[in-house]
């Protein structure tokens, strides 16, 4: 019998709480991820105001220095800690890989300089369009099609282009190159990249409306990802006959895999919130895991370098936080934690390697306080011992420790 019947996870995508020992292993813009601190440095520079979560125990996790406005509980109504990443990467899929047991050793493949031009040749034969060269690097989703929108408006050419992720993106006006269209180039695009030298985590395409000096990134974006290389936890729960409910990206970031109730995408976070309550208030759902990705932090106000907005998003969430306990069940299982960081105030635009935080309540605790500092894979092994299935392939229950 499961200790708690029902567990739902929910990744704040990129909310980092400072510096992993290995930090300066990893670059951002050339400058060591060493000094990086999400929340630190937001709650720092803007202020944070996040009483529920700091309820949980937010402020009471061990760091250097504590959140300046994320005060410590002294009866905390959850429990705490942070975990550390053992995998080779700080993107999203190795972030999510590594929370459900897989550990990534060799990375997948980052192209600082754009894509070679064999790749850009096959894509402009197969669609029959040619690919803007200009926009092939690293680039800001935003600036890139302000830069290029006009042109591709006129022309009808892809604007392609990366980031420090392992990922091509394709981004598309959606009265210039139809949504079916894009999508049909996209999975091409997926299909001659599942090796090196070419082997990335994700295609991605990023549809847009609106005018010169107006354009919009529209909620019709879909991630083409590569499947686990092996079984995680999801997996497991599957084969078990336990019900998984997917919400937000978290099933392109599996490729379905191990999943058997997609929610959809969001539309926002808080969008993603309402399609997390709706799976959590089903009749259908009575035994099982929930997987959650809110990615508005990361892609809206972490890769934009804007701190007011990812506080204010973050508040956001802290507000809705009481919705979503209310929709617990007695012998339910809330988890919160993140995938990497993404500090807003810090060098370059991409993530930082950075520990995450964990949060976990239940209306059937009678304990309270932190868990040892662990590892991403930690959750996963969590997991697999509360449902009575193996653990992937790395990980520590830390199950006992919730009381």
């Given amino acids: 019998?499961?200790?708690?019947?029902?567990?739902?996870?929910?990744?704040?995508?990129?909310?980092?709480?400072?510096?992993?020992?290995?930090?300066?292993?990893?670059?951002?813009?050339?400058?060591?991820?060493?000094?990086s601190d999400t929340l630190g440095h937001i709650s720092k520079s803007v202020g944070l105001n996040v009483p529920n979560m700091a309820k949980l125990g937010l402020g009471n996790i061990p760091r250097e220095t504590p959140l300046k406005t994320v005060p410590a509980e002294s009866n905390p109504t959850g429990y705490a800690t942070k975990l550390q990443e053992v995998s080779l990467g700080k993107d999203t899929m190795t972030g999510h890989w590594e929370i459900m047991g897989l550990n990534i050793t060799e990375p997948f493949d980052t192209f600082w300089n754009g894509f070679p031009e064999?790749?850009?040749?096959?894509?402009?034969?197969?669609?029959?369009?040619?690919?803007?060269?200009?926009?092939?690097?690293?680039?800001?989703?935003?600036a890139v099609i302000e830069d290029f929108g006009p042109r591709q408006m006129e022309t009808g050419e892809l604007i392609i282009y990366t980031s420090a992720d392992p990922v091509l993106q394709i981004a598309a006006h959606e009265d210039v190159i139809p949504l079916a269209e894009l999508y049909h180039i996209c999975e091409y695009a997926r299909s001659i990249t599942l090796e090196r030298p070419a082997l990335l985590g994700?295609?991605?395409?990023?549809?847009?409306?609106?005018?010169?000096?107006?354009?919009?990134?529209?909620s019709n974006r879909r991630d083409?990802?590569?499947?686990?290389?092996?079984?995680?936890?999801?997996?497991?729960?599957?084969?078990?006959?336990?019900?998984?409910?997917?919400v937000g990206k978290?099933?392109?970031i599996f490729n379905g895999a191990g999943i058997n109730h997609d929610m959809g995408h969001n539309k926002s976070n808080s969008h993603g919130i309402d399609n997390l309550i709706k799976a959590?208030?089903?009749?259908?759902?009575?035994?099982?895991?929930?997987?959650?990705?809110l990615v508005d932090f990361d892609a809206l106000y972490g890769h934009r370098r804007?701190?007011?907005?990812?506080?204010?998003?973050?508040?956001?969430?802290?507000?809705?936080?009481?919705?979503?306990?209310?929709?617990?069940?007695?012998?339910?299982?809330?988890?919160?934690t993140a995938d990497h960081g993404n500090d807003p105030t810090?060098?370059?635009?991409?993530?930082?390697?950075?520990?995450?935080?964990?949060?976990?309540?239940?209306?059937?605790?009678?304990?309270?306080?932190?868990?040892?500092?662990?590892?991403?894979s930690d959750i996963s092994a969590t997991v697999a011992e509360n449902f009575g299935v193996d653990k992937a392939m790395i990980g520590e229950s830390f199950l006992d420790k919730l009381i």
């Fill in 1 to 35: 019998m499961s200790k708690f019947n029902r567990m739902h996870l929910v990744v704040l995508d990129s909310v980092g709480i400072g510096a992993a020992p290995d930090a300066n292993d990893f670059v951002n813009a050339g400058v060591p991820d060493g000094a």
């Fill in 118 to 142: 064999e790749i850009l040749t096959k894509i402009e034969e197969f669609s029959g369009r040619k690919v803007i060269r200009e926009a092939n690097k690293p680039y800001s989703g935003t």
């Fill in 202 to 218: 994700r295609i991605i395409a990023r549809p847009y409306v609106g005018e010169p000096g107006n354009f919009t990134r529209t």
């Fill in 224 to 246: 083409l990802a590569v499947s686990p290389f092996a079984p995680t936890v999801l997996d497991k729960l599957n084969e078990a006959g336990i019900d998984t409910y997917a």
């Fill in 250 to 252: 978290i099933n392109d």
């Fill in 280 to 293: 959590m208030t089903s009749e259908d759902f009575k035994h099982g895991f929930s997987f959650t990705n």
């Fill in 306 to 336: 804007d701190p007011h907005g990812y506080r204010d998003c973050l508040h956001e969430f802290d507000q809705r936080l009481p919705e979503i306990i209310a929709a617990m069940r007695e012998d339910d299982l809330l988890m919160i």
């Fill in 346 to 376: 810090y060098a370059g635009t991409d993530h930082t390697r950075e520990y995450i935080p964990f949060l976990a309540y239940s209306p059937s605790f009678k304990g309270n306080g932190l868990i040892p500092v662990g590892h991403f």
